[in-house]
C-alpha cells in the first residue's frame, strides 16, 4: 500500500510538472516538460546520492577522521544486516542529519558537525539507526526522487517568473494577452510550490513514523531517539539551516527549514511532540 502511494503522488507530481510545461509553452512545452521529468527521474535513481551531498558539501570521513561516529554506523548496519554505507559529514553547525542513495548497496549516511557536538552517544545512535531504517526501507530512492521532482518544479517556476519579466512581454501586448500572460505566471507562481510541498508531506510524514520505529527497535533505544529530537527541533527552531533547499527538506531527521513560519505550515515532517509520544509508547512496549 505505502509503495502504490508513493508511486501515485509521484506520478501526479510528473503530471503537475508536464501541467506546467504546457501552460509555458504549450504542446512542445509539455513533452519538454516530460523529457525533463524522464531525465530527472533518471537521474534521481542513478546520482541522487552524489546530487545531494554535493548541495550540502558534504565530505566522506574515515574512522580515523571521526571514529566514533564510523564505528556507531558499523555497528548498527550489523544488526539491521546490511551493507555499511558510506559516512559524510556536513560543514555546518546546525545539527542534522540525512541518508541518500538508490538502495542498502549504494547508501550513504551524512552527518553535521553540529549533531555530533550536542548529542550524546545513545542519541546519535539513535538518530543514526532512524536514518538506517530509512535506507534499509528503501525510503531513500522514493524520497531524492520527490526532492528531484520538486526542485525541478521551482526550476520551471524560476523560468516563469524570467519569461514574464523578460521574454515575449511586448508580443503579448500587442496581441493583448498580457492579462492571459499574468495569471498563467501567478497560477505556476503560487500553485507549484504549494503542490511540491504537499507531496512531499504525504510521502514523508507517515515514512517518518515508520523510521522512528524501525530505528527506536534496532537499536533499542527509543526514549534517546526522542531526546535527540527535541534537541534538533529546538535547535533548528532557533536557527534554520544554512542553504537549505526546500525541495530536500523532507530528507533530514528533522525539518532544516522550521524555524521558518510558513515552512512551519508546509512542514514536510510530522510534529516532532507527536514523533516523540510515539517514541514514548513504543519504549513502554520494550
Given at each position: 500500500?505505502?509503495t502504490l502511494k508513493t508511486?501515485?503522488?509521484?506520478?501526479?507530481l510528473t503530471l503537475f510538472?508536464?501541467?506546467?510545461?504546457?501552460?509555458?509553452?504549450?504542446?512542445?512545452?509539455?513533452?519538454?516538460?516530460?523529457?525533463?521529468?524522464?531525465?530527472?527521474?533518471?537521474?534521481?535513481?542513478?546520482?541522487?546520492?552524489?546530487?545531494?551531498?554535493?548541495?550540502?558539501?558534504?565530505?566522506?570521513?574515515?574512522?580515523?577522521?571521526?571514529?566514533?561516529?564510523?564505528?556507531?554506523?558499523?555497528?548498527?548496519?550489523?544488526?539491521?544486516?546490511?551493507?555499511?554505507?558510506?559516512?559524510?559529514?556536513?560543514?555546518?553547525?546546525?545539527?542534522?542529519?540525512?541518508?541518500?542513495?538508490?538502495?542498502?548497496?549504494?547508501?550513504?549516511?551524512?552527518?553535521?558537525?553540529?549533531?555530533?557536538?550536542?548529542?550524546?552517544?545513545?542519541?546519535?545512535?539513535?538518530?543514526?539507526?532512524?536514518?538506517?531504517?530509512?535506507?534499509?526501507?528503501?525510503?531513500?530512492?522514493?524520497?531524492?526522487?520527490?526532492?528531484?521532482?520538486?526542485?525541478?518544479?521551482?526550476?520551471?517556476?524560476?523560468?516563469?517568473?524570467?519569461?514574464?519579466?523578460?521574454?515575449?512581454?511586448?508580443?503579448?501586448?500587442?496581441?493583448?494577452?498580457?492579462?492571459?500572460?499574468?495569471?498563467?505566471?501567478?497560477?505556476?507562481?503560487?500553485?507549484?510550490?504549494?503542490?511540491?510541498?504537499?507531496?512531499?508531506?504525504?510521502?514523508?510524514?507517515?515514512?517518518?513514523?515508520?523510521?522512528?520505529?524501525?530505528?527506536?527497535?534496532?537499536?533499542?533505544?527509543?526514549?534517546?531517539?526522542?531526546?535527540?529530537?527535541?534537541?534538533?527541533?529546538?535547535?533548528?527552531?532557533?536557527?534554520?539551516?544554512?542553504?537549505?533547499?526546500?525541495?530536500?527538506?523532507?530528507?533530514?531527521?528533522?525539518?532544516p527549514l522550521s524555524g521558518?513560519?510558513?515552512?512551519?505550515?508546509?512542514?514536510?515532517?510530522?510534529?516532532?511532540?507527536?514523533?516523540?509520544?510515539?517514541?514514548?509508547?513504543?519504549?513502554?512496549?520494550?
Open positions: 500500500m505505502a508511486a501515485f503522488f509521484l506520478t501526479l510538472f508536464i501541467f506546467i510545461g504546457g501552460l509555458l509553452g504549450g504542446q512542445h512545452g509539455m513533452v519538454m516538460a516530460l523529457v525533463l521529468a524522464l531525465v530527472m527521474n533518471l537521474g534521481a535513481y542513478w546520482f541522487s546520492d552524489k546530487i545531494v551531498l554535493a548541495m550540502y558539501r558534504a565530505r566522506p570521513v574515515t574512522e580515523e577522521e571521526a571514529p566514533d561516529l564510523i564505528r556507531t554506523v558499523r555497528h548498527l548496519a550489523q544488526l539491521a544486516d546490511m551493507p555499511m554505507p558510506k559516512v559524510y559529514i556536513i560543514p555546518t553547525d546546525v545539527p542534522n542529519a540525512f541518508a541518500t542513495g538508490r538502495s542498502p548497496n549504494h547508501a550513504a549516511v551524512a552527518a553535521t558537525e553540529g549533531i555530533l557536538r550536542i548529542l550524546n552517544q545513545e542519541e546519535l545512535e539513535g538518530v543514526l539507526a532512524h536514518e538506517l531504517s530509512h535506507v534499509r526501507n528503501r525510503d531513500v530512492l522514493i524520497g531524492t526522487i520527490a526532492a528531484a521532482m520538486a526542485g525541478a518544479i521551482y526550476f520551471l517556476i524560476d523560468m516563469a517568473r524570467w519569461s514574464f519579466l523578460f521574454g515575449g512581454s511586448r508580443d503579448d501586448r500587442e496581441r493583448g494577452n498580457g492579462g492571459l500572460q499574468m495569471i498563467t505566471f501567478l497560477i505556476i507562481s503560487i500553485v507549484g510550490p504549494l503542490v511540491a510541498m504537499m507531496i512531499q508531506m504525504a510521502i514523508s510524514r507517515s515514512r517518518e513514523y515508520q523510521a522512528d520505529e524501525s530505528g527506536a527497535r534496532l537499536c533499542r533505544k527509543p526514549l534517546a531517539l526522542a531526546s535527540a529530537l527535541e534537541k534538533l527541533q529546538a535547535a533548528t527552531g532557533r536557527r534554520p539551516m544554512p542553504g537549505a533547499n526546500p525541495a530536500t527538506a523532507h530528507l533530514f531527521i528533522v525539518n521558518q513560519a510558513l515552512m512551519n505550515l508546509f512542514s514536510t515532517h510530522p510534529p516532532t511532540e507527536r514523533r516523540v509520544e510515539v517514541l514514548h509508547s513504543i519504549a513502554r512496549q520494550m
